[in-house]
């Protein structure tokens, strides 16, 4: 039973942690270079795009959301599933939702990358 | 990708490891916090392990933000989990924990992952914008909505 909560908590993970990466990216992208930005307007300047890019707290609530969830999931499940498994998914699910939602060109080089860390990161928590 | 951007993404990758493992440090000094008494987790801040781990995490969130402002996800990530690596090769150096082989075929996997990912380029061509507000797609965007 415990076994089926921590898989939950893992869903939730993956699928907060991957929402948060993308609304992060994509308000990030519309700001446009931040070292670009600071070295022109300042470091208020910097602040005052990114907080009034209104995806931005969208990106980090969720990112929230997967913070909280992890530490649910951490008091049902093991450190040893629930960390490496939420990882490794996490690396997967971005690399299909940056190319369905944010239109990144994930290449087979991406796509290998991807994999290979996602492989490693169970590997190592084996 | 100048001098300056790989130092960005190495800070994400050192500042992750060190605030992680800070905040685990303090953590055992602060114990257990159970639900019903959450303002115990507000009293963890005063533990002086805790209070640095958080100062970490904000740099290696400004860090991050930075590196997305003008690099793919699907290159920050993968570019950035030698982290997972640096946090195993601390436990084998720092603290003696054995490594198994499985383990170092993990960090193998990984290595190898990040350097397939940092040999590509590093932003999909058409996202690197001076500008974003005013180009032809994010307009046409606008009129769509």
Redesign the interface.
Known sequence: MSEMFAWAAIAIIVVASTTG??L??YS?????????IWKRRGALAVIGR?LSTPTFPLGVAAMGVAFYSLLFGLSWGNLSLVVPAS?SLT?VA??VA??IF??????R??W??????A???????? | MTFRKYLVLAGITVFSTAGDSLLARGMKDVGAVSLHHLPGLMLAILNPWVALGILFLLTFFTCYMSALSWADLTYVLPATSLAYVLVALVGHFRLHEMISPTRWLGIALIASGVGFVSAGPSITPGHERENPHESPDAIAQEVKS
């Open positions: 990466d993308v992060l990216s990030m992208k519309r700001v446009g270079d931040v070292g670009e990114v990882a690396f971005n690399a940056a190319r944010l239109r990144e060109h994930v290449g080089r991406r290998i990358a991807a994999l290979l860390v492989g490693g990161v169970v590997l190592m928590a084996v």
